[in-house]
């Protein structure tokens, strides 16, 4: 089966400051996978260069079988309607209420009756665990889990194939952070999707993810899944997850 | 992809008294649209008793497409009629059943709540004086933190203030000299065509020292500084109350009026004669070139005739304008830049504010002048 997702041989510099030296991964359709490493390892540049944000240098990302370093606007543009992403802080349009936020891409991108977009805004509202109040609210009066949960439904609302999450977790206290992940479970289960997520929390990375990659000094130290990155030798993997094996 | 491939498509058939409708290909988001309206009108239309939605073949299927067609359903059930959703595919009946299941008991549609004309008027009258009220506290507070900085030589922050006339006073000069010498030549040489009628040339130079010394080279530097630092006052506090530095500021005792309030309004004040000074010179300057080239009044019969015809008073009075619309430009940008609330757009609202009103504010200030020193006698 062709891989969703194909990163070959990828180097990324910013100015003098080398941050990826060729890394290789492959994410499979219907995976959860994730992106590991200390801070700064490159890990959300990855991410961003995957979702068109960033440039890299020399190498090939493939998304869905289109190339990003020859992709031109048209593809590009629906491309971008089959992932969804979510960002760390959620960042949500301050200027719109919950309501606006999820169903301002259906209202740029379709031509569903109100009737309809207010059935699929309550719908990823109430999957993503918020309640239907919380949608007349704007982002500066929601907590920061509601700010993550509300800019998940903004990331689904399309129905996407692939999501992108930056540290989803982060941030949240420990109950809504196991949630979430047994959210992001059932919606892989649910939806069909695949999924990449960049994190630091060792119980979600425990629980959801099928494979990973560590990033540690500008390369890929570990791919595979959980077992198998626990073979492999780092002194990252080795602090990183010396707590859970005592 | 296999989702932008063969839209879907709806066929209807009719047998009896049982409508069967069919639906294959692409049944998702992107290609709803026409499925929808198509599904609506028969909806409208329909008077049978029961209905069929059988889905066969489909090549995509997602919760937007489940929640139609839930909608559909309840929409004829509503009405008597029975409706039975086929499917075919299993994972895509999987998809529906789960769609159905954790799909909101409610919708919440924001509706736009009509206000009535009367309303609006008290809403918009109780926000301004809700405004009112908060000018006056921060005119309130800032005059508590005046007091109390100057009390003591060490509460003063040297540096900010420092830092604050290089940035919003001396990187202002060129703008501003251009500016007055522009307004000058202007002036100039519009008065140069009439005063020539008249043959009285010379009169040039006591109409532009009064005009520019007193009202023009005041109102020019006020208006740019407006433009360019009072914005500026709004959009950088505006950022900062938006990111929570202020409140940092607040909690490691860091008073923002002595910070960031004061040493703003103080290096403006500081600075704004000085900015008047170098207006007046160089509208001046202006208008001595174009004096010595339309009138033939050489610029050494310009600064003789200068000295003679033009009372210092207009310079001093000029000069001493500066520090009053100094303090109401700093004042007004900051207030706005206090006033900005959680979203990003009110940071534009505010910022465009501040220099409306802080330009407002400031020729006000000037006609209010101009009536007290003209009925003091100067």
Same mark, same amino acid.
């Given at each position: 089966?062709?891989?969703?997702?194909?990163?070959?041989?990828?180097?990324?510099?910013?100015?003098?400051?080398? #941050?990826?030296?060729?890394?290789?991964?492959?994410?499979?359709?219907?995976?959860?996978?994730?992106?590991?490493?200390?801070?700064?390892?490159?890990?959300?540049?990855?991410?961003?260069?995957? #979702?068109?944000?960033?440039?890299?240098?020399?190498?090939?990302?493939?998304?869905?079988?289109?190339?990003?370093?020859?992709?031109?606007?048209?593809?590009?543009?629906?491309?971008?309607?089959?992932?969804?992403?979510?960002?760390?802080?959620?960042?949500?349009?301050?200027?719109?209420?919950?309501?606006?936020?999820?169903?301002?891409?259906?209202?740029?991108?379709?031509?569903?009756?109100?009737?309809?977009?207010?059935?699929?805004?309550?719908?990823?509202?109430?999957?993503?665990?918020?309640?239907?109040?919380?949608?007349?609210?704007?982002?500066?009066?929601?907590?920061?889990?509601?700010?993550?949960?509300?800019?998940?439904?903004?990331?689904?609302?399309?129905?996407?194939?692939?999501? @992108? $999450?930056?540290?989803?977790?982060?941030?949240?206290?420990?109950?809504?952070?196991?949630?979430?992940?047994?959210?992001?479970?059932? $919606?892989?289960?649910?939806?069909?999707?695949?999924?990449?997520?960049?994190?630091?929390?060792?119980?979600?990375?425990?629980?959801?993810?099928?494979?990973?990659?560590?990033?540690?000094?500008?390369?890929?130290?570990?791919?595979?899944? $959980?077992?198998?990155?626990?073979?492999?030798?780092?002194?990252?993997?080795?602090?990183? @997850?010396?707590?859970?094996?005592? | 992809? *296999?989702?932008?491939?063969?839209? /879907?498509?709806?066929?209807?058939?009719?047998?009896?008294?049982?409508?069967?409708?069919?639906?294959?290909?692409?049944? *998702?988001?992107?290609?709803?649209?026409? &499925?929808?309206?198509?599904?609506? /009108?028969?909806?409208?239309?329909?008077?049978?008793?029961?209905?069929?939605?059988?889905?066969?073949?489909?090549?995509?299927?997602?919760?937007?497409?489940?929640?139609?067609?839930?909608?559909?359903?309840?929409?004829?059930?509503?009405?008597?009629?029975?409706?039975?959703?086929?499917?075919?595919?299993?994972?895509?009946?999987?998809?529906? %059943?789960?769609?159905?299941?954790?799909?909101?008991?409610?919708?919440?549609?924001?509706?736009?709540?009509?206000?009535?004309?009367?309303?609006?008027?008290?809403? +918009?009258?109780?926000?301004?004086?809700?405004?009112? +009220?908060?000018?006056?506290?921060?005119?309130?507070?800032?005059?508590?933190?005046?007091?109390?900085?100057?009390?003591? !030589?060490?509460?003063?922050?040297?540096?900010?203030?420092?830092?604050?006339?290089?940035?919003?006073?001396?990187? %202002?000069?060129?703008?501003? %000299?251009?500016?007055?010498?522009?307004?000058?030549?202007?002036?100039?040489?519009?008065?140069?065509?009439?005063?020539?009628?008249?043959?009285?040339?010379?009169?040039?130079?006591?109409?532009?020292?009064?005009?520019?010394?007193?009202?023009?080279?005041?109102?020019?530097? %006020?208006?740019?500084?407006?433009?360019?630092?009072?914005?500026?006052?709004? /959009?950088?506090?505006?950022?900062?109350?938006?990111?929570?530095?202020?409140?940092?500021?607040?909690?490691?005792?860091?008073?923002?009026?002595?910070?960031?309030?004061?040493?703003?309004?103080?290096?403006?004040?500081?600075?704004?004669?000085?900015?008047?000074?170098?207006?007046?010179?160089?509208?001046?300057?202006?208008? &001595?070139?174009?004096?010595?080239?339309?009138?033939?009044?050489?610029? *050494?019969?310009?600064?003789?005739?200068?000295?003679? /015809?033009?009372?210092?008073?207009?310079?001093?009075?000029?000069?001493?304008?500066?520090?009053?619309?100094?303090?109401?430009?700093?004042?007004?940008?900051?207030?706005?830049?206090?006033?900005?609330? +959680?979203?990003?757009? *009110?940071?534009?609202?505010?910022?465009?504010?501040? !220099?409306?009103?802080?330009?407002?504010?400031?020729?006000?200030?000037?006609?209010?002048?101009?009536? &007290?020193?003209?009925?003091?006698?100067?």
């Amino acid at each position: 089966m062709k891989p969703i997702i194909n990163v070959k041989d990828l180097y990324t510099s910013f100015e003098e400051n080398q #941050v990826h030296q060729g890394l290789n991964l492959h994410i499979n359709k219907g995976e959860i996978y994730g992106l590991l490493g200390p801070s700064g390892c490159g890990k959300s540049t990855l991410m961003r260069e995957m #979702v068109m944000l960033e440039q890299y240098d020399s190498g090939s990302i493939d998304i869905l079988e289109y190339n990003l370093a020859r992709i031109n606007a048209k593809e590009a543009l629906a491309l971008r309607k089959e992932w969804g992403v979510l960002f760390q802080s959620g960042a949500l349009y301050s200027s719109l209420n919950v309501f606006q936020n999820i169903s301002v891409v259906l209202e740029e991108y379709t031509n569903l009756s109100p009737m309809l977009i207010a059935e699929i805004v309550a719908y990823k509202i109430n999957i993503v665990g918020l309640k239907q109040e919380d949608a007349l609210l704007y982002p500066s009066q929601l907590s920061g889990g509601m700010k993550k949960k509300a800019a998940l439904a903004r990331a689904l609302v399309m129905d996407p194939k692939l999501l @992108f $999450l930056d540290e989803p977790t982060s941030g949240l206290d420990p109950i809504s952070a196991r949630d979430f992940d047994q959210l992001i479970l059932s $919606l892989r289960d649910m939806l069909g999707l695949s999924i990449v997520m960049v994190s630091h929390d060792l119980r979600s990375i425990y629980d959801t993810l099928d494979r990973m990659a560590i990033i540690d000094n500008k390369k890929i130290v570990a791919q595979g899944s $959980l077992s198998q990155v626990k073979e492999s030798s780092s002194p990252f993997i080795e602090t990183f @997850f010396k707590g859970e094996n005592e | 992809m *296999s989702v932008l491939s063969s839209p /879907a498509s709806l066929q209807i058939s009719l047998q009896d008294d049982c409508t069967t409708c069919h639906i294959q290909g692409a049944f *998702s988001l992107h290609q709803l649209s026409t &499925i929808e309206s198509q599904l609506r /009108a028969l909806l409208s239309s329909s008077n049978t008793h029961s209905i069929t939605v059988s889905l066969t073949e489909l090549t995509a299927f997602d919760t937007a497409a489940a929640l139609l067609l839930i909608q559909i359903q309840e929409g004829f059930e509503s009405r008597d009629i029975v409706c039975q959703i086929d499917i075919e595919q299993e994972q895509y009946s999987g998809l529906f %059943a789960q769609v159905l299941q954790s799909r909101s008991k409610e919708t919440l549609r924001p509706t736009a709540q009509k206000k009535s004309f009367l309303e609006c008027i008290g809403r +918009n009258v109780a926000s301004k004086a809700d405004q009112i +009220n908060s000018f006056f506290a921060f005119s309130g507070e800032l005059s508590f933190a005046l007091l109390s900085y100057i009390q003591n !030589v060490k509460n003063i922050r040297f540096k900010e203030i420092l830092f604050e006339m290089n940035e919003s006073a001396i990187k %202002a000069l060129g703008i501003i %000299a251009l500016t007055t010498f522009l307004i000058g030549i202007v002036i100039a040489y519009q008065s140069s065509v009439q005063l020539k009628v008249y043959g009285a040339n010379i009169f040039i130079v006591d109409m532009l020292g009064i005009s520019i010394l007193r009202e023009l080279a005041p109102l020019i530097t %006020a208006i740019v500084v407006a433009g360019r630092s009072g914005s500026a006052y709004a /959009a950088q506090i505006g950022v900062m109350k938006l990111t929570e530095e202020l409140d940092a500021m607040r909690t490691m005792g860091f008073d923002p009026y002595r910070f960031l309030v004061l040493p703003r309004i103080i290096a403006l004040m500081i600075m704004m004669p000085i900015l008047i000074f170098f207006a007046d010179i160089m509208g001046v300057l202006g208008g &001595i070139v174009v004096a010595s080239i339309e009138l033939d009044i050489t610029p *050494s019969m310009f600064i003789e005739r200068f000295s003679s /015809a033009v009372d210092i008073k207009h310079f001093y009075i000029g000069l001493f304008k500066g520090p009053f619309f100094a303090f109401l430009i700093g004042a007004i940008g900051i207030y706005r830049g206090l006033m900005v609330k +959680n979203d990003t757009q *009110s940071i534009g609202i505010n910022t465009t504010k501040s !220099v409306v009103e802080a330009i407002f504010a400031v020729i006000m200030c000037d006609a209010l002048f101009s009536i &007290i020193f003209t009925n003091l006698g100067y």
